[in-house]
């Protein structure tokens, strides 16, 4: 059963930083390229960024390019997003996913105010 369990959410103040994890299960998660994407209240989800299998190409979407930084460490099977200078508009459940799939996970909620 494919698995991915998302992390490292929480309140932050504009400014901060926040690191996300995502453990994967179930599958081989070195075989896929994985992305993160965000779903903010009474939006879509949001594409936010994509990791090649091997980690060496990384894609962004222009609001979060030069603030946030994906990662992956395939030998733990888990997933990163080093997210800086967050934004009160950066506020939103995060999900990881192989990249063009749904995310299939619970989320982790992401609340960026003063």
């Known amino acids: 059963e494919v698995q991915l369990v998302e992390s490292g959410g929480g309140l932050v103040q504009p400014g901060g930083s926040l690191r996300l994890s995502c453990a994967a299960s179930g599958f081989t998660f070195g075989s896929y390229r994985m992305s993160w994407v965000r779903q903010a209240p009474g939006n879509g989800p949001e594409w936010v960024s994509t990791?090649?299998?091997?980690?060496?190409?990384?894609s962004y979407a222009d609001s979060v390019k030069g603030r946030f930084t994906i990662s992956r460490d395939n030998a733990k099977n888990t997933l990163y997003l080093q997210m800086n200078s967050l934004k009160p508009e950066d506020t939103a459940v995060y999900y990881c996913?192989?990249?063009?799939?749904?995310?299939g996970g619970q989320g982790t909620q992401v609340t960026v105010s003063s």
């Open positions: 996913a192989t990249a063009g799939d749904p995310p």
């Open positions: 990791i090649s299998r091997g980690g060496s190409s990384t």
